[in-house]
């Protein structure tokens, strides 16, 4: 997939929205280290995460 297909398919996992063109954050999970975004809201409100391939759930 190209960098440019990835960023239209790139979602929350909080709460599912498309991150692409938006101040979201990108990290890693810290058990598994699969890539994880986060849209600025579910950041500012503090909702869970859970890591869509090792369950990790986290702030």
């Known amino acids: 997939m190209s960098e440019s297909q990835q960023k239209r398919t790139q979602k929350c996992v909080s709460?599912?929205?498309n991150i692409a063109g938006t101040n979201a954050a990108a990290f890693k999970c810290p058990d598994c280290g699969q890539q994880i975004y986060r849209c600025s809201t579910c950041?500012?409100?503090?909702?869970l995460y859970k890591c869509p391939d090792c369950g990790f759930t986290g702030p």
């Open 15 to 17: 709460c599912g929205i």
């Open 43 to 47: 950041r500012k409100q503090s909702n």
